[in-house]
């Protein structure tokens, strides 16, 4: 009896692990209204992109490199 609670105790939690929503959306920052500004990205996550000197809404960096 003690190892079939023990089972559906383990099987409620892998249950519950994996309902869990790890839904990652990566926004960027980029403003497409003004097209003439230089866009730049975080060094670490090179697909968020900003205008100079915002930050990375990944890691907090600075964001430095020059889109090209």
Known sequence: M???????VVVA??????????????????????????LYFCPMHPEVTGKQGEDCLECGMKLTEEVK
């Open 2 to 8: 003690k190892n079939i609670i023990k089972i559906l």
């Open 13 to 38: 939690l892998f249950s519950f692990a994996s309902c869990k929503e790890n839904k990652t959306e990566i926004k960027s920052m980029d403003s497409t209204k003004n097209t003439n500004e230089q």
